[in-house]
């Protein structure tokens, strides 16, 4: 696609512009409280936005739109609404607390609670999840948005690739990040949160004209539309399947039990104890601007969906055929080592995997496919199960079977076949409909999604290894600028580190990006948030049961990953959630402190509660509700 140098003038002012605040903003930061919690000094528009623009990245860009496009449609905009609840509920339960204790970072509220080695524990997981899940996981999908949009070509003396792309935005994240911290952050999140609703709203408004010109031969299921439909008739009828939020209870992704139990709980981890998003609310000036800084968000939640799960959905309308094309690009290399190896599957130590969409489209291959794993595996395949399942139990036979062999003899699974490369619906739109002059506002506004997402890790991690393990364990008596300059070194090596894992991404056995950060959360949050409410409302649990329910989660998580792999995610996450409560109550039951635990108030903030925030929370709250009943 032609970026034409208005595009480029564009690209480049907003980025200085981001960069420049950011650094103008925060240049006399000498603390560490200046430079990892913006001096105490943050007002609620401030907070509101820069928590939706750390939050909106990428992964919803990509992720989300990606997973709207297939049969998740709206169910995925649960993420998004419930969110809304999740963050009035945070800002009277736990920020309250968390103010008042004067802390830098959640961990340290754990030793508060619990005892050192909670703290620690919670710290390192936080931030090995930060720099190999996450930060990672933004970083490739933002560059899955510049290879869609510019692959092969070169742009400012750089050839776009997948791998040159995710060097160049890992680098320019970690650029105002360093130099500014959390006020930089904040201020840049005011530019860029701003940027990202008003490109999402424009690709939007350009979709929803696309799909109203539309002919049948572009789309042929218009047949059976009246003629004359509007764009919103159309896209009603034609996405009346995928414009409710309950799925089936087996679906593999969101069933509706995961509504019940399981999609609460990365909610509530993510937006009321995930360092990176919390930080913002932490650097509040006083309880009061915390509180109406986190309702204001909430209200902006409720409109993410509609710029970037609408658009999903009807990326899939128009471009459908695009995808496939797009998928059968990932494809090439393993299909032509299938038929490579297909007359040989005794000798051939490789086996196929293939995603949902695969065996519809491509039957025959499928079927040739489950032949060849039968005969590789040495099991007979279910001649009446779905090509799907029927593959699913063949390549769980060959994970067994490679168990009991030596490493030379064991079966490899290919990368996942694919049907349609959902992942790419965003970048399409850009691609098809924004037109020159435009897309560089819109791609600027997807890159500034990308660098406040990933500087607020990046400043999150740095400051987490900085207050909880470095001034813990390594210096003690560390001078505050020695703080942060340690600080400033953290984020470097984390964006090194992050921009070496982006690109193993692009294999699509990871399942897409937002699914591959949704699944790796598992090991940690539901441990973390059932220690924090356990702790929270039973003041008697002794010391211990911090650390055990820390440590168990992760082994829970992957207990039921591998007894129950066709359980979704979330359903994973509300079992391992509640088998540690349950630990952490036995335990409690058995062993009770003689005195309830009293949380410290080390701060001189003003920590009255706001009232326009409580009836403000409530409207959202029914907002919400109205939401969900509206597309029940």
């Known amino acids: 696609m032609e970026f034409g140098g208005l595009d480029i003038a564009v690209f480049l ?23 990892f919690l913006a001096g105490r000094g943050l007002s609620w528009w401030l907070i509101g936005f820069s928590l939706i623009a750390a939050n909106i990245s990428t992964e919803q860009f990509i992720g989300m739109s990606g997973s709207a496009a297939k049969w998740l449609g709206l169910a995925i905009a649960s993420y998004e609404w419930m969110a809304a609840i999740t963050l009035v509920i945070t800002a009277f339960f736990f920020l309250p607390k968390f103010l008042g204790a004067g802390i830098y970072t959640i961990p340290e509220f754990l030793e508060y609670r619990y005892n050192e080695a909670a703290r620690s524990l919670m710290a390192l997981f936080m931030v090995l999840i930060y720099v190999f899940v996450t930060f990672a996981a933004v970083v490739y999908s933002g560059a899955i948005v510049a290879k869609t949009l510019f692959g092969g070509q070169v742009i400012l003396g750089v050839e776009v690739t997948i791998r040159s792309a995710c060097w160049v935005i890992g680098i320019l994240a970690a650029i105002y990040v360093t130099c500014g911290g959390l006020k930089a952050c904040a201020w840049a999140d005011l530019i860029q949160g701003s940027a990202l609703i ?9 979709a929803m004209k696309a799909l109203g010109a539309a002919t049948e031969e572009m789309i042929p299921e218009l047949a059976n539309i009246e003629a ?106 393993v299909l032509a080592k299938f038929e490579e190896v297909k007359g040989n599957p005794a000798g051939a130590k490789a086996a196929f995997a293939f995603d949902q969409q695969f065996p519809i489209m491509y039957e025959d291959t499928a079927r040739e496919i489950v032949a060849f ?30 168990k009991t062999l030596a490493k030379e003899q064991r079966i490899a699974v290919q990368q996942t076949l694919l049907g349609y490369k959902f992942d790419s619906a965003f970048a399409l739109l850009i691609k098809k409909l924004v037109p020159v002059g435009l897309r560089g506002l819109i791609l600027a506004a997807i890159l500034g999604a990308v660098m406040s997402s990933l500087a607020s890790m990046l400043n999150s991690a740095s400051t987490i290894f900085t207050m909880d393990i470095y001034r813990k364990y390594v210096n003690k008596a560390a001078s505050q600028m020695n703080l942060v300059t340690v600080g400033r070194i953290c984020v470097g090596v984390f964006a090194v580190v992050g921009c070496f894992i982006a690109p193993l991404l692009d294999d699509p056995k990871f399942g897409g990006v937002f699914k591959y950060i949704q699944e790796f959360q598992g090991y940690i ?25 820390l440590l168990l989660n992760p082994v829970m998580y992957f207990i039921f990953a591998q007894a129950l792999p066709k359980m979704a995610f979330l359903d994973r996450m509300a079992l391992s959630f509640f088998c540690v409560i349950a630990v952490m109550g036995v335990i409690t039951l058995i062993k009770p402190l003689k005195e309830p635990v009293t949380f410290p108030v080390k701060t001189d903030m003003d920590l009255t509660s706001s009232g326009v925030a409580k009836v403000f929370g409530v409207i959202v709250i029914v907002a919400t509700l109205g939401l969900y009943a509206y597309f029940w």
Not at 13 to 35: A, M, N, P, Q, W
Not at 380 to 395: G, H, Q
């Open 13 to 35: 002012g907003f980025v200085v512009c981001v960069i420049g605040v950011g650094i103008l903003k925060s240049r006399h930061e000498k603390t560490s409280e200046d430079y």
């Open 198 to 206: 008003v490109g999402g709203a424009i690709v939007l408004a350009l």
């Open 228 to 333: 004359g439909a509007g764009a919103l008739k159309r896209f009603t009828a034609l996405n009346a399947h995928k414009l409710h939020m309950i799925l089936p209870k087996n679906d593999p992704e969101i069933p509706w039990t995961a509504l019940v139990l399981g999609l609460w709980i990365p909610n509530f981890y993510y937006w009321g104890l995930n360092q990176y998003i919390t930080q913002r609310t932490l650097g509040a000036k006083s309880l009061s601007e915390g509180q109406k800084g986190i309702v204001f968000a909430a209200a902006l939640k409720l409109i993410i969906p509609f710029i970037i799960v609408f658009p999903g959905i009807i990326a899939f309308n128009l471009y459908g055929s695009e995808m496939k094309t797009e998928a059968m690009g990932n494809n090439a290399a």
């Open 373 to 402: 794993n039968s005969a590789a595996a040495g099991v007979t395949a279910k001649a009446e199960a779905p090509l799907l399942e029927a593959n699913d139990e063949l390549l769980k036979a060959i994970a067994d079977r490679n």
């Open 525 to 549: 949050s539901p441990g973390i948030l059932a220690v924090f409410v356990f702790g929270l409302l039973v003041r008697k649990a002794p010391p211990i049961t911090g650390v055990v329910g």
